[in-house]
């Protein structure tokens, strides 16, 4: 076996985006796109001699061929001891949990989560850290930096290590661990929720329905639901996982998961309805007749999450992402406890997790987590509802009705205009930005700005900062808007529009979430002139 040092020149565009590395699979295919890729990593974390690492991905197109390529490199360069996932495939929480319960010095995540899959869609890389999280801004700065310097890589010449089994092997001094990749998981899930209240409620009568949108959480739902949980046969639907996701977006949101939607809102609706993405670390909850949205869902956990075993002594605080709704600060105030606001991308959350500030964590992109692994995380999110539902013995709509009338309602929708011209998504941001220091006092459709800014993250553990992190237009009615492009799109941009429009609990709780948010819509488009700036009338997706 032949160590090979190959000459390469730095390719431009490998900035990290919110979540590691994404672009068009046939892009990362090129002659030494991904080699260099790994060995930027690889040099920004030091090395990986006599390290321990975890690789996995979510089964996508050429998930099987990158994953030789970086067993290869590590053993090229020194690693003692890689742990993957049967045929390389571990949903992002179960590779965040094997690099906490293994001690590992980090890992690679193959995946680029809730894009489309296969030859002609998108594939993407990510390294997390010892502590299980996605590396941190610093780290990624640090890639991004030695890809552009980059003019060699290290590389085994050697066969492809058979991952298609548990065991052990070896690739010339490294030794290759392969593992169930559902096994240590399904334990941790046993250890945080009361699965007997829930095996109860699934026997008598409670129906549900996971859709696994063909991507990777379709073998953890069925043995965590179907086979340990005993929900009927056939409540996983879509569970085979395919490289291409069967032609879908693996994205769990209204439009994406659109059959799901059908039946929940159809007649004889199973009880409960759920949703994950690609690599298994987002959720979509849907009720008989009703959706929830992910900022209300985050509410709904923190409220109630004692009632499940493993957060029964309460929250030491809850961290969501900046243009996630304000629901969660709501329940945070009343419980007495931490509240955190973040930038977009789980990296955020690692820091507030580690020290312990934070137990719960959401985005509005359908991410919800907790202190139990440092990334999110879709089952979990199902089973601490499912438990919640067990112990309340509420349907999901009696569950939101009774927050809503406790804490009041934060009416939440997310524009997204997709494949704008870069130029033209740039320019609409610049000029927002150039308004920010005149918005106050103006009223746009009836609302009065009362702040405006272009959120600035200070993490409160470490001390760094992050600027630039989206625009944020607060109105006096406690009304808002967030505006900020997307970092995981491979297309020109997407410009996400996030409103939100709160109700006191003596206000008026069941609207119909677009006449509660027109005003708010109407005065993002006056501000922002969103349809001058994206060419388009309405946006291609609203969830
Ligand atoms: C999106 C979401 C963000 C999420 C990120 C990764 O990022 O908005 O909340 O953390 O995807 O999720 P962006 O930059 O496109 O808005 V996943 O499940 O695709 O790794
Ligand atoms: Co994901």
């Known amino acids: 076996m032949t160590i090979n040092t190959v000459q390469t020149t730095a390719i431009e565009g490998q900035k990290p985006g919110t979540s590691g590395l994404r672009k068009k699979t046939r892009v990362f295919m090129q002659p030494h796109y991904l080699e260099n890729f790994v060995q930027s990593i690889i040099d920004a974390i030091g090395g990986v001699k006599g390290k321990t690492l975890i690789l996995g991905g979510d089964g996508r197109f050429f998930n099987d061929r990158a ?27 179960a590779a965040s949990n094997l690099i906490r319960k293994r001690n590992a010095d980090g890992g690679f995540i193959m995946s680029a989560s809730h894009n489309p899959g296969g030859e002609t869609e998108d594939f993407g890389l990510k390294f997390n850290g010892a502590n299980g999280g996605p590396a941190t801004e610093g780290v990624t700065d640090k890639i991004f930096e030695r890809t552009k310097e980059i003019n060699t890589y290290r590389i085994l010449e050697t066969h492809d290590a058979d991952l298609s089994a548990p065991g052990k092997l070896t690739m010339g001094e490294m030794e290759i661990e392969v ?3 559902i096994a240590d998981y399904a334990t941790l899930m046993e250890q945080l929720f009361d699965f007997d209240a829930i095996r109860s409620l699934l026997q008598g009568g409670f ?3 996971f859709d696994a949108m063909h991507a990777v959480t379709g073998p953890y739902a069925r043995e965590i639901l179907e086979n340990r949980l005993g929900a009927a046969a056939g409540s996983v639907v879509n569970a085979k996982p395919l490289p291409d996701f069967g032609g879908g977006h693996p994205d769990p949101n209204p439009v994406w998961a659109k059959d799901l939607m059908e039946v929940m809102m159809g007649q004889d609706a199973p009880d409960f ?22 900022s209300d869902s985050l509410a709904v956990l923190a409220a ?7 957060y029964q002594a309460g929250l030491s605080g809850i961290a969501r992402s900046m243009p996630t709704s304000r629901a969660a600060d709501l329940v945070a105030e009343k419980a007495g406890i931490g509240c955190f606001e973040t ?3 789980w990296k955020f959350f690692g820091n507030l997790l580690d020290a312990g500030k934070a137990t ?6 359908a991410g919800t987590g907790s202190d139990h692994v440092r990334e999110k995380d879709g089952l979990w999110a199902v089973l601490l509802w499912l438990n919640i539902l067990a112990a309340k013995k509420q349907s999901v709509q009696e569950i939101m009705q009774a927050h809503w009338a406790e804490y009041g309602r934060n009416y939440y929708s997310r524009h997204d205009y997709e494949a704008v011209p870069t130029e033209h998504a740039n320019a609409l941001v610049e000029r927002l930005r150039g308004m920010l220091g005149e918005l106050q006092g103006q009223v746009f459709a009836g609302l009065t700005v009362e702040s405006a800014d272009d959120f600035e993250y200070n993490d409160p553990i470490d001390g760094s900062t992050s600027s630039r992190q989206g625009i944020r237009i607060v109105f006096a009615d406690g009304s808002r808007i967030v505006m900020r492009l997307s970092g995981t799109g491979t297309e020109g941009a997407t410009l996400r529009v996030y409103l939100e429009r709160y109700q006191r609990a003596d206000g008026h709780l069941d609207l119909a979430v677009d006449d509660a948010l027109a005003p708010v ?14 060419g388009r009338d309405e946006p291609d997706v609203t969830t």
């Open 179 to 181: 593992v169930d990749p």
């Open 273 to 294: 309805g759920a949703a994950s993405d690609g690599d298994g670390d987002r959720n979509m909850i849907v009720g008989r007749g009703i959706y929830v949205t992910p």
């Open 521 to 534: 819509v109407k005065a993002a488009e006056e501000i922002a002139q969103i349809q001058k700036y994206t």
């Open 360 to 365: 719960l964590c959401g985005e509005e992109s």
């Open 343 to 345: 930038p977009t991308g």
């Open 207 to 209: 129906r549900i329905r």
């Open 67 to 93: 994953a030789q390529v970086i067993l290869r490199m590590c053993a090229a360069q020194g690693a003692k001891h890689m742990i993957v996932g049967k045929d390389a495939i571990l949903s992002t929480p």
């Open 304 to 310: 109630n999450a004692h009632l499940a075993p493993g």
